[in-house]
C-alpha cells in the first residue's frame, strides 16, 4: 500500500555506517548490517525527508504482558523499537522514524495508528475515494495479514509465490459495500 502512495519504498534496507558518532541508548543497533523491515524514499511525513519503519507483531497473551495494560504494552514495544533504531536513523541516516507495533489480533499501538491514518488519507486522495472506505479496505487487508502470519506460524510454510494486488484501478467504496464490510 506505501508504494501506491510514495515512490523508492524498499523492504529490508540497511542503514548508514557508524562512523564515530555515538547512539544514545546502549541497546541500540550498532552493528554495519543493521536493517529496518521498510524505507520509504521521500514525502510519507515531511516533504523530501525519508522515513523508516520497523514492525512487530507481539501477543498481548504472553506471560511477560499480562500484568500490564494493553496500552502499556503498546508502549513498551515501540520505546524498544526506538530505543533499538530511533537516535541512529534521526542522527546518523537524518530520517524520521516510525516503530509500527501491532498485536496478533489486529489492535495497534499509537504510532502505528498514526502511520495508517496518514497512510489511509493519501491513498484516500490520490485514489479519490472516501477516507472511511480506505480505511475499512486497509483494516480489512491488515487483518487477513496477521491472520496468514498466525497460520503460518501454526502450520509452518507451504511455499507458494506471492501475490500482488494491483490498486491502480481498485475502487474501495465498492470493493467494501461489495464485501460487507462495516465502516
Known sequence: ???????????????????GEHVQYRTANTTNEARVDVSDARGFWTRGQRAFMDIRIFDPMVAC????????????????????Y?????????????PLVFT??????????????????????????PSSHVVAWMRCRLSF????????????TRYSDPTTIDLDGLNYQATVVESGILV
Open 104 to 129: 496478533t489480533s489486529g489492535g495497534m499501538g499509537p504510532k502505528a495508528k498514526c502511520f495508517y491514518s496518514r497512510l489511509a488519507d493519501v491513498m484516500a486522495e490520490k485514489k479519490h475515494q
Open 65 to 84: 504482558h499480562q500484568r500490564i495494560t494493553l496500552e502499556a504494552a503498546h508502549q513498551k514495544n515501540e520505546r524498544e523499537k526506538i530505543r533499538n
Open 1 to 19: 500500500m506505501l508504494r501506491e502512495v510514495c515512490r523508492d519504498v524498499t523492504t529490508e534496507p540497511t542503514l548508514l555506517h557508524l562512523n
Open 86 to 98: 530511533g537516535d541512529r536513523i534521526r542522527n546518523v541516516d537524518h530520517c524520521s522514524f516510525t
Open 145 to 156: 495479514s496477521l491472520l496468514r502470519s498466525a497460520l503460518l506460524c501454526l502450520r509452518g
